[in-house]
Structure formats: structure tokens, C-alpha cells
């Protein structure tokens, strides 16, 4: 489920799509809006705000100075990496799985099959903005340090994917539910229909089939 790759024929992924399998949807965080939800530097602005403002009232001209300057240095780290985030996520949607393409560092490739997601839930971050958190079918090996900061907030027992700051949430989650609904059946029938087959003796499956 998770690949770790340097050379990238396929802008996300680690490789060539196989064949029968088609390319539906592609994008990445919007930097800004990834800044303000995930990293939160309105809530940090705001908190350096109030201690100017409270170095101001205490009449402290040189802690009103040395402030000013940590809480700009703060913001801008964090917008920083938001940035270096998005330039290096890209989240893929085809016929067969979801990919996530993390990993600021070190490439990452976190393939995740529509047959393993039993649902999404939409977070609006505004008119067609949101994140979108993937809810995974069965047990993952999937931690929540290694999804961060693609993991939806506080589910840390069993962590969720999520598609983060897209500016076409609604679009994707649509097309992402569509997809499901398309494949999923076909591959728990088949899954099921394997694990019915592991419970047969050998000498009667085929007389079975």
C-alpha cells in the first residue's frame, strides 16, 4: 500500500497506469488554504496579535518589537511549508484507486483501492473548497505520523487519508463516490466469493465451479 520510489515516469505516480485502468481526476492542496486549516496561522496570527497588543498596553516598546518579529517569523515558516507541501502532493483518482503522492523529503506513493473505501466525508473549508477524509474498510497499516499532514485531525486509533485544501472538493468527491459505486461491487463479490472458496475442500472446488 505504501511505495517509496525516486523516479516518477507519471506525474503521482510511481509508474504507468495499467491497462484498463483510466485516469479520472488529479490535483493538489491549494497552499493557502492548506496554510490556514491544517498548519492554522490565522489562529497563530491571532495569538501574536494579542501579545503585541497586550506588550503595547504594558507599554514594552521592545516587547512589542521582538513579538512582532517572532509572530511574522512563525506565520511565514508555516505558510512556507504549506507551500513546499502542495508543490510536492498530488492526489490522483483513476478507475481502480486513489494515490497519494506525499512526502516532502522522500517521495511517498500511498495507493489506496476504491474496493477498501467504504466512504468519504466532506469537510467545506468554503463555497467549493474542502478536505476530503477517506474512510478505509478493515484494518490498515497506515499510521497517522506517515499520513500527517494527509490524515484527518484526531483520528489517531485508526487513521483516515484525507485529500487536503482541494478547491474542487464537491467535483471530487462526487466523481470519487461515483468510482466506488462503479468498482466496489464487483471486487467485494469477487472477494468474497475467494474467501467462500478458501472454505471448500480442494477436491470439491472444482466441482463446484
Given at each position: 500500500?505504501?511505495?517509496?520510489?525516486?523516479?516518477?515516469?507519471?506525474?503521482?505516480?510511481?509508474?504507468?497506469?495499467?491497462?484498463?485502468?483510466?485516469?479520472?481526476?488529479?490535483?493538489?492542496?491549494?497552499?493557502?488554504?492548506?496554510?490556514?486549516s491544517?498548519?492554522?496561522?490565522?489562529?497563530?496570527?491571532?495569538?501574536?496579535?494579542?501579545?503585541?497588543?497586550?506588550?503595547?498596553?504594558?507599554?514594552s516598546?521592545?516587547?512589542?518589537?521582538?513579538?512582532?518579529?517572532?509572530g511574522?517569523?512563525?506565520?511565514?515558516?508555516?505558510?512556507l511549508y504549506?507551500?513546499?507541501?502542495?508543490?510536492?502532493?498530488?492526489?490522483?483518482?483513476?478507475?481502480?484507486?486513489?494515490?497519494?503522492?506525499?512526502?516532502?523529503?522522500?517521495?511517498?506513493c500511498?495507493?489506496?483501492?476504491?474496493?477498501k473505501?467504504?466512504?468519504?466525508?466532506?469537510?467545506?473549508?468554503?463555497?467549493?473548497?474542502?478536505?476530503?477524509?477517506?474512510?478505509?474498510?478493515?484494518?490498515?497499516?497506515?499510521?497517522y505520523?506517515?499520513?500527517?499532514?494527509?490524515?484527518?485531525?484526531?483520528?489517531?486509533?485508526?487513521?483516515?487519508?484525507?485529500?487536503?485544501?482541494?478547491?474542487?472538493?464537491?467535483?471530487?468527491g462526487?466523481?470519487?463516490?461515483?468510482?466506488?459505486?462503479?468498482?466496489?461491487?464487483?471486487d467485494?463479490?469477487?472477494?468474497?466469493?475467494?474467501?467462500?472458496?478458501?472454505?471448500?475442500?480442494a477436491?470439491?472446488?472444482?466441482?463446484?465451479?
Amino acid at each position: 500500500m505504501i511505495t517509496e520510489y525516486d523516479d516518477e515516469p507519471v506525474r503521482g505516480l510511481p509508474g504507468e497506469l495499467p491497462q484498463g485502468e483510466t485516469l479520472l481526476w488529479q490535483g493538489s492542496p491549494d497552499w493557502r488554504l492548506l496554510a490556514r486549516s491544517a498548519f492554522f496561522t490565522r489562529i497563530v496570527g491571532l495569538y501574536f496579535a494579542a501579545l503585541v497588543a497586550l506588550a503595547i498596553y504594558n507599554g514594552s516598546t521592545g516587547g512589542v518589537i521582538a513579538t512582532a518579529i517572532a509572530g511574522a517569523l512563525g506565520v511565514g515558516l508555516l505558510m512556507l511549508y504549506a507551500w513546499v507541501v502542495a508543490r510536492t502532493t498530488v492526489y490522483t483518482l483513476t478507475s481502480r484507486r486513489v494515490v497519494l503522492r506525499i512526502g516532502v523529503a522522500l517521495n511517498m506513493c500511498i495507493n489506496l483501492p476504491l474496493a477498501k473505501i467504504g466512504g468519504a466525508n466532506l469537510r467545506p473549508l468554503g463555497p467549493t473548497e474542502g478536505d476530503l477524509a477517506l474512510q478505509l474498510i478493515g484494518p490498515h497499516n497506515l499510521g497517522y505520523l506517515v499520513l500527517w499532514p494527509h490524515a484527518r485531525p484526531w483520528k489517531l486509533g485508526h487513521p483516515e487519508p484525507m485529500l487536503r485544501a482541494l478547491p474542487d472538493a464537491a467535483v471530487v468527491g462526487e466523481r470519487l463516490a461515483r468510482a466506488v459505486a462503479a468498482i466496489a461491487p464487483v471486487d467485494r463479490a469477487q472477494q468474497a466469493s475467494a474467501a467462500a472458496g478458501e472454505g471448500v475442500p480442494a477436491h470439491l472446488q472444482g466441482a463446484i465451479a
